[in-house]
């Protein structure tokens, strides 16, 4: 027997969905993109009452808090029926209300962030940033570089330990007329995505907090919007999702 899966995207974060166990040491093979089925992640869900658990791996086998992949398996497993259109996701030690319609809606904590001067290697460019911890810790910095120059700096940042012992994911956000472009660096997965939900929430609350605004349109580098909405103590993201395809793994 294979292992039954779904793949998923969500703004072109895409994931294989998984209900049965499967043995974690797959994890690399099965997200390999020449040899597997090719994903940012895999998602393993259960279900208890009126909650939805997920547990998220990246491609190196490490586990995260993965907003996208929890947007992308709401959308999924509404459409085959196994959720309700509201309830409760728990997720890498996040307990999130969600509502799914034409979108998914998923309601956030509000969470604080620090500036953060950051020095490049052998008297590279400083950086300047904000560290937040949204379930995963994340960098954000404002248009203040080039893509080029950001995506040569990004993967140091991400392993700076020093600075983040943990690593972190690395954002640059800039203003498109009224709204915001998002690049992401991954830890775990170790290069830039399409797409990055938690990247996207940090980002919300650095330019909430910078600005004053309350509402903001994302655009990663995937197709498709991701829109946030803060208020008082909660925001509420929403974006597209879809469902790529139903298969079993067979190796």
């Not at 895409?14 to 166990?21: A, H, N, Q, S, Y």
């Not at 491609?59 to 259109?85: Q, Y």
């Not at 170790?190 to 910078?210: D, K, M, P, R």
Request: glycine share 12%.
């Amino acid at each position: 027997m294979g292992l039954p899966f779904d793949k998923i995207e969500a703004n072109g974060n895409d994931f294989v969905l998984l209900e049965k166990t499967f043995d974690s040491s797959a994890v690399s093979s099965i997200c390999d993109r020449h040899h597997g089925i090719g994903a940012d992640g895999i998602l393993v869900f259960r279900l208890e009452s009126d909650t939805l658990y997920l547990d998220h791996y990246d491609p190196d086998g490490s586990r995260s808090f993965c907003l996208n992949g929890i947007r992308a398996a709401l959308s999924c497993l509404f459409v085959k029926e196994r959720i309700p259109p509201s309830g409760w996701v728990h997720s890498e030690g996040m307990h999130l209300a969600y509502e799914v319609g034409r979108r998914v809606k998923v309601q956030l904590p509000q969470r604080a962030y620090t500036p953060l001067v950051w020095q490049a290697q052998d008297d590279g460019p400083s950086l300047h940033g904000f560290r937040a911890q949204v379930g995963n810790p994340q960098f954000v910095t404002i248009g203040t570089l080039n893509r080029t120059s950001f995506e040569r700096l990004a993967p140091q940042l991400r392993w700076d330990l020093d600075t983040f012992p943990e690593g972190t994911n690395v954002n640059l956000v800039h203003s498109v007329g009224e709204d915001w472009q998002v690049i992401t660096y991954e830890r775990g997965v170790e290069g830039f995505t399409l797409a990055c939900g938690s990247g996207i929430y940090a980002c919300a609350l650095v330019l909430a907090g910078e600005t004053g605004g309350n509402s903001f349109t994302f655009y990663p580098d995937g197709q498709g919007t991701v829109h946030v909405t803060v208020a008082g103590e909660h925001l509420f993201m929403e974006g597209d999702c879809r469902h790529v395809a139903t298969g079993e793994w067979l190796c």
